[in-house]
């Protein structure tokens, strides 16, 4: 993994910072086995790779070179479903609509998206500050003070509700004193 990250320039301790937080989200998130834990590691430390072809679009490049790319020590499968995280990232859901029927790959999207959404706020972050937790709707309750203090977090859940509407989820966010 390191290879692939020096090769395409990604840089690290923002792709470290990224698997962690997702992964820190995706426990919270209790999915009912691990099988898309280790996908969920890879696509968050991978998610800028299509930024060599294109800063507009860079979802949609990482993807298809992820998906095609000889990647020794990866499982066709593996690559499959981190070219859909990856995917998944930003921008709307229909993309991915028909594997959001799986829990736990819409968990792991669901901790991808929010770990790069906190991660490019520049936000200080203490999980202490949100609960959050997905069954047929997204609930999530974070702190008020959190909120006023960080605008740019507001903004981003705000497009979240919006865009997991799209795809029939009901996304709530209820903000505590």
């Not at 990224?18 to 430390?45: C, F, N």
């Not at 594997?99 to 792991?108: E, T």
């Amino acid at each position: 993994m390191d290879k692939m990250l020096a090769m395409f320039h990604i840089d690290r301790s923002r792709a470290i910072q990224v698997a962690d937080m997702a992964r820190s989200i995706y426990v919270q998130l209790k999915p009912a086995s691990d099988v898309h834990a280790r996908q969920l590691i890879w696509s968050s430390l991978m998610h800028e790779v299509g930024m060599v072809v294109s800063h507009t679009d860079y979802h949609k490049h990482g993807a298809y070179m992820i998906e095609h790319a000889d990647m020794a020590g990866f499982t066709t499968r593996e690559q499959r479903v981190m070219s859909k995280l990856i995917l998944s990232q930003k921008g709307n859901l229909r993309k991915v609509s028909e594997s959001l029927v799986d829990l736990d790959f819409a968990k792991a999207v669901l901790a991808l998206r929010l770990s790069i959404m906190f991660m490019h706020s520049r936000a200080e972050f203490d999980f202490g500050d949100f609960s959050l937790r997905m069954k047929s709707k997204i609930e999530m309750e974070i702190r008020q003070e959190w909120v006023t203090h960080h605008p740019t977090i507001s903004f981003g859940l705000q497009k979240e509700i919006e865009t997991w509407r799209e795809v029939g989820v009901e996304f709530l966010v209820r903000a505590n004193a």
